[in-house]
């Protein structure tokens, strides 16, 4: 079954070896699917701890709705204190894990609670990878000569089945794997940087299968 995941750079407090993804259930994915919550999951993630105060000037959010919902990340079991960090009152946090991965075998999708959870959480991964890209064709002349060769803007189309669909994702992904054995010799390199990867595969109709399966005559215009 497709797997939809979304994984962010092991912070450089943390080994290599520390990159764990999570695997969602039914009750984790409803504590997760919320889009100020994947924004400060994924912030702590990529940046590593910090305060609820912190998040909220990082993210142009509210002291008061970080905090809340750090508290429910916590209760579900996302992040958890920092306490290493803290300075009197100060209440730090830290992501549990570096990735998250939705395996939907695992969830009922016929149930709309659960599909709607699912929505939630791809399309706030969508408008995150949008954001992304768009920051960097944006900035990519601020960037290094080397940069701006290495960055990649292609996509792909194949006629394939749903088997050698799935095949092709595998493959992807442990190829994209094995490049996190470069962190730890990389950790020192001056001319290192956070590189992300977006992965889009899905199928899709084209104006070929739509003339070999025209719509029936009441449902023409």
């Known amino acids: 079954m497709p797997s939809p995941s979304e994984s962010g750079a092991t912070p450089q407090h943390a080994a290599p070896s520390e990159h764990k993804v999570r695997t969602l259930d039914p009750r984790s994915l409803r504590g997760l699917a919320h889009p100020l919550r994947m924004r400060l999951f994924r912030a702590l993630r990529e940046s590593g701890p910090a305060t ?38 100060e209440r730090w946090w830290r992501a549990t894990s570096q990735g998250i991965r939705l395996e939907p075998d695992r969830l009922d999708l016929a149930d709309p609670v659960q599909r709607g959870a699912v929505d939630v959480l791809m399309h706030e991964v969508a408008d995150n990878h949008t954001e992304e890209l768009s920051t960097w064709l944006g900035t990519r002349h601020e960037w290094p000569t080397a940069w701006q060769e290495a960055y990649d803007l292609s996509d792909y189309s194949y006629r394939l089945t749903p088997a050698q669909a799935t095949e092709l994702r595998e493959r992807s992904e442990e190829l994209l794997e094995s ?33 070999e399966n025209p719509a029936p005559p009441e449902a023409r215009s």
């Open 52 to 89: 609820a105060s912190q998040l909220a000037v990082r993210l142009d959010e509210s002291s008061g709705a970080t905090s809340y919902h750090l508290r429910q990340l916590a209760a579900y079991g996302f992040v958890e204190d920092a306490p290493e960090h803290g300075k009197g009152r």
């Open 179 to 211: 490049f996190r054995a470069y962190e730890a010799q990389n950790a020192d390199a001056e001319d290192a940087a956070s590189f992300r990867v977006h992965l889009h595969a899905f199928p899709r109709k084209t104006s070929a299968d739509r003339s």
